[in-house]
């Protein structure tokens, strides 16, 4: 049975850094591509960044670019979610999925965490 499981969470003031992680157990992550989404209170989830299987490709939500960082680390075979510049808007419920499934380009997302809170507040 597939499980990933995040961590890393909690409160940060404005500007401040945390990084998430995603860990894995009942599959090897280096087989998925690995997205990262967040869903804030009273608005749907949104993708915020993914990585391709073969680490050739990341994508980015625009709100995010070049605040968040997502990368991988095989032999631990974890993900992570490095966020810098946390702002207010960045507070929300965080979840880590993983998927083999490529659809017209797209990944059908098989597995889920079960989420991490991130509160950004002074």
């Known amino acids: 049975q597939v499980q990933l499981v995040e961590s890393g969470g909690g409160l940060v003031q404005p500007g401040g850094s945390l990084r998430l992680s995603c860990a894995a157990s009942?599959?090897?992550?280096?087989?998925?591509?690995i997205g990262w989404f967040r869903q804030a209170p009273g608005k749907e989830r949104e993708g915020v960044a993914c990585i391709s299987k073969s680490n050739t490709s990341t994508d980015y939500a625009e709100s995010v670019r070049g605040r968040f960082t997502i990368s991988r680390d095989n032999a631990k075979n974890s993900v992570y979610l490095q966020m810098n510049s946390l702002r207010p808007e960045d507070t929300a419920i965080y979840y880590c999925?993983?998927?083999?499934?490529?659809?017209?380009?797209?990944?059908?997302?098989?597995?889920w965490g079960q989420g991490i809170q991130v509160t950004v507040s002074s």
């Open positions: 999925a993983a998927t083999k499934i490529i659809s017209q380009g797209q990944p059908v997302w098989q597995y």
């Open positions: 009942g599959t090897r992550l280096d087989y998925h591509a």
